[in-house]
């Protein structure tokens, strides 16, 4: 299996996000949920409206690790769910599949959405879990705080973490190319 990276380029992940806006609402909320909280797209799958509308946080019981997380809403999150979910019944699945009655689509529709529109970006090596990697990237760089995002993470060091996110290889690579300098 070949390793995804991370999303590195905010100004990429803004055009991804206009472009969903205006494409489509589903998978627009898919990416902004991943993007906005690092969850595993298998866990954000299984949320239903009712899980989240009108919420300040909401809990997940995580299918890799089986713990429960408690996850806080950003405001534009907030806001994005309060006016693509005002009609929708409780009960729906959030991200919800147009086959049957009440799915969430499988996990391959989503890693074909986040493929499809990464590729129309100009990305390479990009899946759903680079979602979760770049969420990742991104707190560190606002807090540089590795310890803490480890136990968001559930990781089990440090040193996880900072490879789970890319920087690992990053700062091995600058050292090299400064090294001689």
């Not at 993007?35 to 997940?60: A, H, Q």
């Not at 529109?117 to 606002?142: D, M, P, Q, W």
Request: proline share 1%; hydrophobic share 30%.
């Amino acid at each position: 299996m070949r390793e995804v990276k991370a999303i590195s380029n905010e100004e990429k992940i803004k055009d991804i996000e206009n472009y969903l806006k205006k494409k489509n609402e589903r998978d627009y909320l898919l990416f902004l949920i991943a993007i906005s909280t690092g969850l595993r797209i298998g866990d954000i799958l299984k949320i239903r409206v009712e899980d989240i509308y009108n919420k300040n946080s909401f809990f997940v019981k995580e299918q890799k690790t089986g713990k429960r997380k408690e996850i806080e809403l950003s405001p534009k999150l907030k806001r994005e769910i309060k006016k693509l979910c005002s009609s929708r019944d409780g009960s729906e699945y959030l991200i919800k599949s147009r086959q049957g009655l009440n799915n969430p689509i499988t996990r391959h529709r989503a890693y074909q959405i986040i493929k499809e529109v990464a590729e129309l970006h100009g990305l390479e090596n990009i899946a759903c879990h680079s979602i979760r990697k770049t969420f990742g990237r991104k707190y560190y760089e606002k807090y540089r705080d590795i310890e803490e995002l480890r136990k968001y993470f559930n990781h089990s060091s440090s040193a996880v973490t900072l490879r789970y996110i890319g920087l690992e290889q990053e700062i091995i690579n600058k050292h090299v190319r400064e090294l001689w300098d």
